[in-house]
């Protein structure tokens, strides 16, 4: 399944909520292009919704430090909410898990970005 | 996609993305065939797609002219899955080591990591051209012991 992506906001939060696969040809592009379009816009706070993501390579991996760290640069912040079983274990297998903040309710997520 | 269900299963593939979709599905059914609860399949058909996207990606670069070789077989002791490139070859001694502090928030660079992460053991043999890797997951902790000796391991 591909990657398909729905964006909300929330208290000033810009919440993407992915669905499917994160990985090379199927999410990668589509979620570089969905970053790089809010960093654009000026959007500084930005919270990756993954709990419906069952599956993310290492191509997918690179495009989430990506966003970490083009977010960074703009002086804006990219956090993880409600990691998959599966997406829990490659971010801690490749130390990727102590890089972002994470969170698993989506109130304590929001809060953080104030 | 042609073979016995059983033993050993061995194709060639052009270099697609629709082929490294078509070895990961291999891969799960010989982890679910095997017995492999879901989080190990899930690891096994991981390592072995990450492998796929190497050989089709930086192994032959997507080159229709070149081919990936796989190979499947549950061999009571262990699931056994080669794929083989027909690209210049990988050294994989200089693979940066992407848990290291400076390496940590490259892009890249992953690959190889999870596959070795995932596996009992990654044997990587060089074709003159291309590269093969063996990848193996043990199905009982008593055939540790037993490592194949006709691997030609670097």
């Known amino acids: 399944m591909a990657l398909s992506i729905s964006t909300r906001q929330l208290d000033g939060v810009t919440i993407l909520d992915l669905s499917g696969r994160i990985t090379l040809g199927e999410g990668s592009v589509q979620l570089r292009d969905a970053i790089r379009d809010l960093i654009g816009k000026g959007v500084k706070s930005i919270l990756l919704s993954l709990g419906d993501v069952n599956y993310i390579d290492s191509s997918g991996l690179g495009e989430l430090v990506s966003a970490f760290t083009t977010a960074k640069n703009q002086n804006a912040d990219v956090k993880l909410l409600n990691l998959t079983k599966k997406v829990k274990d490659v971010l801690q297998v490749t130390k990727l898990y102590t890089v972002f903040d994470i969170y698993d309710d989506e109130a304590s997520a929001i809060a953080s970005f104030k | 996609m042609t073979g016995p269900q059983t033993g050993r299963l061995s194709f060639k ?142």
């Open chain 2, 13 to 154: 593939l052009a270099s697609t993305m629709d082929s490294v979709a078509e070895i990961e599905a291999a891969a799960e059914k010989l982890a679910q065939d095997a017995g492999l609860d879901e989080d190990e399949g899930f690891r096994v058909a991981m390592a072995v797609r990450e492998a796929a996207v190497n050989a089709v990606l930086h192994g032959n670069g997507y080159d229709p002219n070149k081919q990936v070789s796989v190979s499947f077989e549950n061999t009571g002791a262990a699931l056994v899955i080669t794929i083989a490139d027909q690209g210049e070859g990988l050294d994989p001694e200089t693979l940066p080591d992407p848990l290291a502090p400076e390496n940590l928030l490259r892009g890249t660079g992953r690959g190889i990591f999870l596959i070795r992460s995932f596996l009992d053991e990654v044997h990587f043999r060089q074709l003159h051209p291309g590269t093969e890797l063996t990848l193996i997951k043990h199905l009982s902790p008593a055939v540790t012991q037993d490592k194949p000796q006709d691997l030609d391991t670097k």
